[in-house]
């Protein structure tokens, strides 16, 4: 195995990696981090969960150096929130034996915090395109000295519809920068975008043709259940012995109320709104006790059942049946 050391990475980087636990690079990184480190552009084909964020990620804080100037330098570019949040965590760690500050951009979130930490002087956002934009247009956010440019999971920001901002951040960028470019899957939008705004880059693949989309490592189970089971078959699983960190992922914020399937008072499941990392609405969901998929509002002076309720859809059915 190949350490972070013989890569060429910084002692004090290498050092806050061992204090987690991380000694050896992933294939993906031992491959971009020594092409990253002296500024070639990379496009990187790797799945998620195989390292990417630290193969990207050591580079751009290197290369900045222990202490830059303040102001925004690097720029990571990613399609959602919630990956958002997960590669500023990692890129915060890599950085907290310098002087550089991470900042996260991203929608949802109410705009004060983000710019206060901008004025202070962020060398390095990470951030969705839409807020990305939005602050720049407002003047807020000054990218004409970001000379580190990186694009996370650019397939999924294809799919989302994103690839139109992305040019538009790209107009707004240094014409000579570091770029590096990250995604599963290089359909032929993405591959057109790298020959319009990368030089010369290295295509680097770090995958098993003969594998899926997902890692090899990770084990599926699937449960097939009615719509109104699924709350209770996810609290059976929140509640099961030796249970680790979860997360829970669904197709929209609609089917992710507030404790949706957490264990009553706050249990293994975490419940409440920081499971979803949402604040409670004024009129949201909970799941009651008393028997599987009975939901209603919160308030309990609410004469109106939620929205899929059985309780209103028991009594447009006693209705219905007494005409």
Request: charged content about 20%; overall charge positive.
């Amino acid at each position: 195995m190949t350490t972070f050391a013989d890569l060429g990475v910084d002692q004090d980087i290498v050092d806050v990696l061992a204090a987690k636990g991380i000694i050896d690079a992933f294939p993906i990184q031992e491959q971009t981090i020594p092409l990253g480190l002296p500024g070639q552009d990379i496009i990187g084909q790797a799945k998620t969960g195989t390292g990417k964020t630290f193969g990207f990620g050591i580079p751009v804080v290197q290369r900045l150096g222990p202490n830059p100037e303040p102001g925004v330098k690097a720029l990571i570019v990613v399609p959602t929130r919630e990956l958002c949040v997960q590669v500023f965590e990692d890129i915060d760690m890599l950085t907290s034996n310098r002087a550089t500050s991470v900042v996260a951009i991203y929608g949802g979130k109410a705009y004060e915090g983000q710019i206060d930490q901008l004025k202070a002087g962020a060398q390095i956002v990470v951030g969705t395109p839409g807020r990305l934009i939005d602050l720049n247009n407002q003047r807020l956010l000054d990218l004409s000295h970001a000379k580190e440019v990186v694009l996370d999971e650019a397939d999924k920001m294809l799919d989302l519809g994103f690839l139109p901002d992305i040019e538009k951040i790209f107009q707004k960028v240094p014409a000579v920068r570091h770029t590096q470019l990250f995604s599963a899957t290089m359909p032929g939008p993405i591959v057109a975008l790298a020959r319009r705004f990368m030089t010369s880059p290295i295509h680097i693949r770090a995958t098993d043709p003969d594998e899926g989309l997902t890692q090899a490592n990770i084990k599926h189970l699937v449960y097939r259940a009615h719509s109104l089971d699924k709350d209770e078959i996810i609290a059976r699983i929140l509640q099961a012995d030796g249970r680790g960190k979860t997360v829970v992922f669904t197709r929209t914020k609609r089917a992710a109320p507030p404790g949706r399937g957490a264990p009553r008072g706050g249990g293994p499941g975490g419940g409440g709104a920081g499971s979803f990392g949402r604040a409670p609405p004024r009129h949201g969901w909970s799941v009651r006790n008393r028997r599987p998929g009975w939901a209603g509002c919160h308030r309990p002076a609410c004469s109106r059942p939620a929205p899929g309720c059985r309780r209103r859809s028991s009594a447009t059915s006693h209705r219905r049946s007494s005409t």
